[in-house]
Nanobody, 127 residues
């Protein structure tokens, strides 16, 4: 049974930082090439791709709105994904979801490309 669980969200002030984590269980990170990604959903908005990382970590992709502030990383041995978010802005307020797809060699900003999803963790940035 596959489980995807995000953690690390919370309420912070603008300019502060948060580190999100996502743990995948039931997926074979040792033998399948999983591309991992973070998406976010804000009320009234469509799901937006935030960042993506390929299995080896050689390729990372960021939305223009978070470039230079967010950093994605992964630990395949622990089947975990992280998102370090610095210099947070009120516009970053959203539910952040992690996603995975196996044997996908490139990053995709298209959410239907990913078959495994978590329930999300809320990030709220106040002014």
């Amino acid at each position: 049974q596959v489980q995807v669980v995000e953690s690390g969200g919370g309420l912070v002030q603008a300019g502060e930082s948060l580190r999100l984590s996502c743990t995948f269980s039931g997926l074979n990170f040792d033998s399948d090439d999983y591309t991992l990604a973070w998406f976010r959903e804000a009320p009234g908005n469509e799901r937006e791709a935030v960042s993506c990382i390929t299995w080896s970590g050689a390729v990372t992709v960021y939305a223009e709105s978070v470039k230079g502030r967010f950093r994605i990383s992964r630990d395949n041995a622990k089947s975990t994904l992280h998102l370090q978010m610095n210099s947070l802005k009120p516009s970053d307020t959203a539910t952040y979801l992690c996603a995975a797809e196996e044997k996908m060699p490139e990053c995709s900003e298209f959410s239907p490309s990913y078959g495994y999803w978590g329930q999300g963790t809320q990030v709220t940035v106040s002014t």
